[in-house]
């Protein structure tokens, strides 16, 4: 079983700090909390004076529209940073709801643990400055990556177009996705039964094959995009299992 130290060994924030660092100095300032599933860890509005890893389940970004319907941004998986790009802004406001996706475990510190000088050695803090950085920088990097994606208008090209992007991550043709059928349609902000019945037409056409999660592109279905090259090899963001708006 992977122990709390063992996975913030592998968060991007803290990776290029030596684990007797992060054994010393990190992880006796940030303390253990868990939320059943559904649980609202930020609301829209909220002050947000902490950031987090995740260390167990999945923390849902998300926008809750007037109608009940939900927009999923990203998903936070084990390893993953949450509020981080939060405590960075001026005003430490939220614009989003994080949503627990499951039972969720998260081991949370506070901003001024990067942020205020003195809190840690200034060789450490610039360490993980740096590091949050590039974690910002290549974040923002993803939302464009998704916007190339929903700014097609047509189901078939988001779908070509999305699998394209994971086969040219992988580097491979054949390629596991992170999402269910369900969570899948609340990525591409579509409806999971028209998602549903255009995979099976696109199997039937010889484009792709598919069982569940596991994707097979054909080279009929190979559709380039100006989006490709996608920094690191991680799993993309994973939506939750919501009606999308």
Do not use: N
């Not at 849902?60 to 790009?85: K, W």
């Not at 290549?138 to 190339?148: E, M, P, S, V």
């Amino acid at each position: 079983m992977d122990t709390p130290l063992s996975i913030l060994k592998t968060c991007r924030l803290f990776r290029d700090l030596p684990p007797e660092t992060l054994e010393r100095d990190i992880v006796p300032r940030g303390k253990l909390r868990e939320f059943e599933k559904q649980a609202v860890l930020i609301a829209p509005g909220d002050r947000v004076e902490w950031f987090a890893v995740v260390l167990r389940g999945r923390v849902q970004i998300c926008q809750i529209f007037a109608d009940g319907t939900r927009s999923l941004m990203e998903a936070l998986g084990p390893g993953s940073l949450a509020a981080a790009d939060l405590i960075a802004t001026r005003s430490r406001r939220s614009p989003y709801y994080a949503v627990a996706g499951s039972a969720v475990r998260i081991f949370q510190f506070p901003g001024d643990l990067l942020l205020e000088p003195g809190a840690l050695a200034e060789e450490e803090r610039m360490v993980l400055c740096r590091s949050l950085l590039r974690v910002l920088s290549d974040d923002d990097l993803r939302k464009h990556y998704r916007l190339a994606i929903l700014s097609q208008r047509g189901l078939r090209d988001r779908v070509l177009i999305y699998l394209t992007m994971q086969a040219e991550r992988r580097g491979t043709s054949a390629f596991r996705i992170p999402f269910s059928r369900e969570e899948m349609a609340a990525f591409l902000c579509v409806d999971r039964s028209a998602l549903s019945h255009e995979l099976s037409l696109m199997q039937g056409e010889g484009l792709i094959r598919f069982r569940k999660d596991e994707f097979v592109l054909l080279p009929a279905g190979e559709k380039r995009s100006i989006w490709s090259g996608l920094e690191g090899k991680g799993d993309p963001p994973e939506p939750g299992p919501w009606r999308v708006k």
